[in-house]
C-alpha cells in the first residue's frame, strides 16, 4: 500500500519530534502493509514553511536509518499545503510542495471548520494550470459537511479527494464517519490515506480502514484507493476518475440532517 498522506519527518512541523519517533512510525507502516510513505509536512506560509533542500535532507536521513534498522519502506516528498492567496507561486518555487516533485499532484488543505471564499474557482483556476489539487479530509471540515454538492461540482472538474483513515474507521466519530462513507459511496472519495502524526495516537495505518471500505464499495475498489490511484499520482501519471454518484432520496435526507 502507499500512504499519500503522513506527517513523518521529525521536527519540522506538528508531526514526530524525532528521528526515532519518526522511524517507530515507518515500522507501524511498514508491518501495516505499507511500503510507500510520501512524507507531507505541513505548509503555510508565515507559520510552517520548510525549504526543499531541508524536506529532501530529512527524507535521506530517515530513510537511510529505517534501512539501517530493516525497515523496507520508499520515502517520497511531498506537503499538505495549505489553501492561501500564495498557493500558485509557491507551488513555482518550492520543489516539494508537488507530490513527489513532479509538478503534477498536490496536497490542498483547508483550514479545520471553514472554506475560504471562492475556494472553488480558486483550485479550478490551479487545475486549469496544470496542477491537480488534491482536498485533503473534506469529511473532517465542518464547511464541507454542510455543503457537500461543493464537492460534486469540482470532482467533476478533475480535482481529487483524500479521506483519512481514522475517519473511516470511526476514530475521529460518528458524523465524520458518515460523511466518510457517503464520500466513498458517491465516487467522491479517491484516495484513502493516514494523515498520521505521530508513532501513538495518529499512527500511519491504512489496513483497517481500507477493510471497513471495502464492506461499504468493494474489496477491489477500496484497495484501489491505497494502491492503484496514489500509484498514479507519486508517478505523475493520469487517473481516470470513476464517474459520480448523484445524492438521491435517503441520502441527501441525512445529509440535511447533519
Ligand atoms: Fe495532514
Same mark, same amino acid.
Given at each position: 500500500?502507499?500512504?499519500? &498522506?503522513? &506527517? ?18 515507518? =515500522? ?6 505499507? /511500503? ?42 511531498? !506537503?499538505?499545503?495549505? %489553501? ?10 518550492? @520543489? ?18 471553514? !472554506? ?20 485533503? &479530509? ?7 459537511? @454542510? &455543503? ?20 473511516? +474507521?470511526? #476514530? ?5 464517519? /458518515? ?13 484513502? !490515506?493516514? #494523515? ?13 480502514? %481500507? ?15 491505497? +494502491? ?6 507519486? @508517478?505523475? =501519471? ?13 441520502? /441527501? ?6
Amino acid at each position: 500500500m502507499i500512504d499519500l &498522506h503522513c &506527517h513523518i519527518l521529525p521536527g519540522i512541523d506538528d508531526g514526530p519530534e524525532t528521528i526515532d519517533e519518526a522511524v517507530d512510525m515507518c =515500522r507501524i507502516a511498514s508491518a501495516d502493509g505499507i /511500503k510507500t510513505i510520501v512524507a507531507t509536512p505541513h505548509f503555510n506560509p508565515g507559520t510552517y514553511e520548510n525549504s526543499s533542500e531541508k524536506v529532501f535532507r530529512l527524507i535521506d536521513e530517515l530513510g537511510a536509518k529505517a534501512k539501517e534498522r530493516g525497515i523496507d519502506v520508499r520515502i517520497l516528498p511531498g !506537503a499538505d499545503v495549505s %489553501v492561501t492567496p500564495e498557493l500558485p507561486a509557491y507551488l513555482k518555487k518550492e @520543489e516539494y510542495l508537488t507530490i513527489n516533485r513532479t509538478g503534477r499532484y498536490f496536497l490542498a488543505e483547508f483550514p479545520a471548520a471553514s !472554506a475560504p471564499p471562492g475556494w472553488d474557482m480558486f483550485l479550478l483556476s490551479i487545475l486549469n494550470s496544470g496542477t491537480i489539487p488534491v482536498i485533503t &479530509h473534506p469529511e473532517r471540515n465542518l464547511w464541507f459537511l @454542510e &455543503h457537500p454538492n461543493s464537492l460534486y461540482d469540482v470532482v467533476k472538474k478533475g480535482v481529487m479527494v483524500q479521506v483519512t483513515a481514522m475517519s473511516i +474507521t470511526g #476514530d475521529l466519530g460518528e458524523d465524520i464517519q /458518515k460523511f466518510s462513507i457517503y464520500l466513498l459511496k458517491h465516487n467522491l472519495a479517491h484516495v484513502i !490515506a493516514s #494523515d498520521a502524526h505521530s508513532a501513538t495516537y495518529r499512527q500511519p495505518l491504512l489496513s483497517h480502514a %481500507v477493510r471497513m471500505a471495502g464492506d461499504v464499495i468493494g474489496k477491489e475498489r477500496a484497495y484501489a484507493l491505497v +494502491t492503484s490511484i496514489p500509484a498514479a499520482i507519486i @508517478e505523475g =501519471r493520469h487517473v481516470s476518475l470513476p464517474e459520480l454518484i448523484e445524492p438521491v432520496g435517503q441520502k /441527501k435526507r441525512w445529509l440535511q440532517r447533519v
